[in-house]
């Protein structure tokens, strides 16, 4: 397994993993399935490229190859308050619990601290205890800020916060 950024050569990949994602976890997202299957193949290259400002990383479940399949993804985008934000996280449900995801987290935060930001966010519902204990586990801790999920207004998210070390 390995994690890397998406570049315009991955986009059908990350076409693949993304609209999976949003099949297994439809409320999970600010976007819907039936959003992001509208994107046009040109639309994918430009999100894989990270010319829609938010940088993508895929996991894959071998070494690279014709037969690799994306297994899971996660992306960094900074925010209109100039946060950096985790988003999009998600793990293929066959592939849960041999940390992927916390690869994925690590790329995220990686990423943030390269390009000056020493504070990461992200929004998870209460109710979705096992994904925030995993993300409490990676650092983050719960803040007394809420929003409502873009996709499925009546959902609220409670934002965690990771700070880097130093």
């Not at 993304?18 to 039936?34: E, N, S, Y």
């Not at 950096?84 to 935060?109: N, S």
């Not at 000056?116 to 995993?134: D, Q």
Request: net charge neutral; glycine share 10%.
């Amino acid at each position: 397994m390995r994690v890397l950024r998406s570049t315009e050569a991955h986009w059908q990949a990350l076409r693949a993993v993304r609209l999976a994602a949003l099949r297994d976890a439809p409320t999970a997202f600010g976007v819907t399935h039936a959003q992001s299957s509208a994107n046009t193949d040109d639309d994918w290259r430009a999100h894989a490229a990270g010319r829609k400002g938010v940088a993508f990383f895929l996991a894959f479940d071998g070494t690279a190859g014709e037969g690799e399949t994306a297994i899971g993804l996660a992306g960094g985008v900074l925010g209109g308050d100039g946060v950096y934000q985790l988003i999009a996280m998600w793990v293929d449900p066959e592939h849960r619990g041999c940390g992927i995801a916390a690869q994925l987290v690590a790329a995220v935060k990686a990423h943030a601290v390269a390009a000056g930001h020493a504070r990461v966010v992200l929004g998870v519902s209460p109710e979705n205890a096992p994904a925030a204990r995993f993300y409490q586990k990676q650092g983050f801790v719960f803040q007394p800020h809420w929003e409502t999920l873009a996709s499925h207004p009546h959902i609220q998210l409670q934002q965690m916060a990771w700070l880097a070390a130093g």
